[in-house]
């Protein structure tokens, strides 16, 4: 059997292959409740009945003002919980794992939809129809904005941080309500834990900044906080950027320190990613090598030095190059975003290309003879 197409166990949660969709923003809850609904529905179905592995939610986020658009989803409330199980069922029914990625926006909150230009909100625009607008400001470590343009996010104080890590910890248990048998920590991309770990947004002087163990120590509770309200025998997963991409930020050194640190609290996989912290970053030096796989090494690295499994992403498109990763051992899953877009049923088409048999479903059997 291909290395791709192999089983894969976390805790108790077994995974009928090393094929996981990522978490892809949709900001498509358009009456910015944070409810899913249909699209969200077909979008996370069809990749289920395309035979991945592992679905993943977009970052869904643990509070309001955690929203990067105000369309985003959340799971701030029983409700939303409730509105998250159908889909949840569906996912389940067609083989596939759910998994639910918990997310707060931090700084690059409050913008308009992509396709709306991803601009900030005005005043006015700060509007979601339920809370005040004072209650969706963005928050970071410190304030400093995302980029010129961004709203300036308010610097966390202490109370700030435990309301957070409550925070958390709820959407944890209302993931379990929803039935999802994985969780995704969104520490990556420039959003609010990752922003707690780069000093290059992180200027506190207080037990939650300066250096590394400073600047970890936050996303760190958050991690502890969210294990002990999850089951011990479902698996909890964390997404990084292994670097920023720019001088004087984090990198791939402090990634295998975190990781490390993750392990021992209990984490099971890092999903291993980059940049994201900084508008128009030198994504390396000068350049990106923006090739397929460009960001495998990082996972290889973090699964080899802190002995954790990892997830592999980074323009990984053909099945001989996603097949290769987990061969190698470089990567224990592979995570695809753009090309499961394109194709739902990617998966399938890989396991014939493979040469091994896919899981089709009955209704689209005529179509694979």
Not at 128 to 154: F, Q, T
Not at 266 to 274: E, F, K, R, Y
Request: aromatic share 6%; net charge negative; with cysteine.
């Amino acid at each position: 059997m291909p290395h791709l197409l192999e089983p894969l166990t976390l805790r108790s949660v077994w995974i009928r292959n090393r094929i996981a969709m990522s978490p892809m923003c949709q900001y498509s809850s358009e009456a910015r409740d944070g409810m899913p609904g249909i699209w969200h529905l077909q979008h996370l179905g069809a990749r289920a009945v395309g035979g991945a592995g592992l679905i993943l939610t977009e970052a869904t986020a643990v509070e309001p003002r955690g929203r990067i658009s105000l369309q985003d989803t959340g799971l701030w409330d029983d409700a939303q919980a409730r509105a998250w199980r159908p889909i949840v069922d569906f996912i389940a029914a067609q083989g596939a794992v759910p998994g639910m990625q918990l997310a707060h926006a931090g700084r690059k909150a409050a913008t308009h939809r992509p396709w709306e230009g991803g601009h900030a909100l005005a005043d006015e625009e700060l509007d979601d129809g339920v809370h005040a607008p004072a209650d969706l400001e963005p928050v970071g470590p410190s304030a400093v904005p995302y980029h010129e343009n961004s709203r300036i996010p308010h610097a966390l104080d202490l109370d700030g941080l435990e309301e957070l890590r409550l925070a958390w910890a709820a959407a944890a248990r209302r993931a379990l309500a929803a039935g999802f048998q994985v969780i995704e920590l969104h520490m990556a991309h420039g959003y609010l834990l990752h922003s707690f770990l780069s000093p290059l947004a992180n200027h506190r002087d207080d037990a939650y900044g300066g250096d590394l163990e400073g600047r970890m120590r936050f996303p760190l509770e958050v991690t502890a906080a969210v294990r002990a309200a999850w089951p011990a025998e479902l698996p909890l997963l964390v997404r990084v950027s292994a670097t920023d991409w720019a001088p004087g930020g984090w990198d791939i050194d402090q990634t295998v320190t975190f990781a490390t640190r993750l392990r021992g609290l209990g984490v099971d996989l890092v999903d291993t990613s980059g940049g994201g912290l900084v508008p128009l970053a030198a994504l390396g030096l000068p350049d990106p090598p923006l090739v397929p796989g460009y960001l495998v090494p990082f996972a290889e690295r973090i699964r080899r030095e802190a002995g954790v499994a990892t997830a592999a992403v980074g323009l990984i498109t053909t099945p001989e190059d996603a097949d290769a990763v987990v061969a190698r051992g470089q990567a224990d899953l592979v995570m695809l975003g753009r090309a499961l877009l394109r194709d739902p049923y990617w998966p399938l088409h890989t396991a014939r290309v493979l040469g091994a048999e896919p899981p089709i479903p009955p209704q689209y059997l005529r179509a694979f003879r």
